[in-house]
């Protein structure tokens, strides 16, 4: 059985940084699309990064471009990373991890994804 589990979150302060895992088991995600989505109280839940496992194509939400970097482990092939620097409290969410598995292209929206993490929580204090 495949599954998702994210690591990583925690509460910091404005400007801090944190570095998000999503490991898989099960599998490898060398074949497919990985994404990160976050979800605050309330709201809906929103697209903030995507790479394509081959060429390494990346996507990013407005919001997070220039502080979020998306990015997979090529030595352990069921890794990937998003390493967040400046947070803000706006980024206060629950952070997940999802996979269109043996799918090469980017998605943005929750329905493009099949398989989902657990979530980790990521708390920013001003």
């Known amino acids: 059985q495949v599954q998702l589990v994210e690591s990583g979150g925690g509460v910091v302060q404005a400007g801090a940084s944190l570095r998000l895992s999503c490991a898989a088991s099960?599998?490898?995600?060398?074949?497919?699309?990985v994404g990160w989505f976050r979800q605050a109280p309330g709201k809906e839940r929103d697209f903030v990064a995507t790479?394509?496992?081959?060429?390494?194509?990346?996507?990013y939400a407005d919001s997070v471009k220039g502080r979020f970097t998306i990015s997979t482990n090529n030595e352990r092939k069921n890794m990937v990373y998003l390493q967040m620097n400046s947070l803000k409290p706006e980024d206060t969410a629950v952070y997940y991890c999802?996979?269109?598995?043996?799918?090469?292209?980017?998605?943005?929206?929750?329905?493009?994804?099949?398989?989902w993490g657990q979530g980790t929580q990521v708390t920013v204090s001003s």
């Open positions: 999802a996979a269109a598995l043996d799918r090469q292209r980017v998605g943005v929206r929750p329905g493009d994804y099949d398989l």
């Open positions: 099960g599998r490898t995600l060398s074949s497919s699309t």
């Open positions: 790479i394509t496992w081959s060429g390494g194509g990346t996507t």
